[in-house]
């Protein structure tokens, strides 16, 4: 079993609608998530962490953890076509280092 | 804050000759940084992770002789590929970590490098 899973879609949603995105950990020791997202040609880019049970918000995104199930997700609200990208997860190993999943592809559909 | 460059951001040379890439964390002392690899539609590849005044750790099936890593200052890394093949052509992306800054594990990225061999 990879130590962070994730669907890699295509995800399509329309302009408006709220994207939900998945991810599954296998390291039940596991304290901290984070979710990245990267636009094609570009290099990933740090949207949300969470490392507490439930869920978090900024601003049109909420994280949700539930380290009983070993799954963290990501929400984006009013999705936006600008919102299009490829979202990874990524759990730490032991050795300050992140597993990455190989992440969603998200498409908005304006 | 957490800002992290890397230069060149794109690079277009021979085959046979080295390029260096450099990875730097503007505002943060980075204990540690990340050198990962990314070929056209598929997932990131760590390469190697580098501390501080110590030699890099490889991954699996990455010559240590051919990616070079030197990580002379807690603000700066360098990655040179040593005699490129077109086979190495990739965009190569840097991120930085240090503890402090936030959550543990945390990682900045750079915004990339783009190596083409021809």
């Known amino acids: 079993q990879k130590e962070v899973e994730q669907n890699s879609g295509p995800l399509s949603v329309p302009e408006g609608a709220i994207a939900s995105l998945n991810c599954t950990y296998s390291?039940?020791?596991?304290?901290?998530f984070f979710w990245y997202r990267q636009y094609s040609g570009k290099s990933p880019e740090l949207i949300m962490s969470?490392?507490?049970?439930g869920d978090k918000e900024d601003g049109r995104f909420t994280a949700q953890l539930n380290k009983a199930s070993q799954y963290v997700s990501l929400l984006i609200r009013d999705s936006q076509p600008s919102d299009s990208a490829t979202y990874l997860c990524?759990?730490?190993?032991?050795?300050?280092?992140?597993?990455f999943g190989t992440g969603t592809r998200l498409t908005v559909i304006p | 804050g957490a800002v992290v460059s890397q230069h060149p951001s794109w690079v277009i040379c021979k085959s046979g000759t080295s390029v260096k890439i450099e990875c730097r964390s503007l505002?943060?002392?980075?204990?540690?940084m990340f050198w990962y690899r990314q070929f056209p539609k598929q997932s990131l590849m760590l390469m190697a992770t580098?501390?501080?005044?110590?030699?890099?750790?490889?991954e699996q099936g990455v010559e240590k002789d051919k990616f070079l890593i030197n990580h002379a200052s807690l603000t700066l890394s360098t990655l040179t590929v040593t005699s490129a093949h077109p086979e190495d052509s990739s965009f190569y992306i840097c991120?930085?970590?240090?503890?402090?800054?936030?959550?543990?594990?945390?990682?900045?990225f750079g915004p990339g490098t783009r190596l083409t061999v021809l």
């Open positions: 991120s930085a970590s240090a503890s402090g800054t936030g959550v543990n594990n945390e990682q900045f």
């Open positions: 390291d039940r020791g596991s304290q901290s």
């Open positions: 969470i490392y507490s049970n």
């Open positions: 990524a759990a730490p190993t032991g050795a300050n280092n992140l597993f």
């Open positions: 505002d943060f002392q980075a204990t540690t």
């Open positions: 580098s501390n501080e005044g110590s030699k890099a750790t490889y």
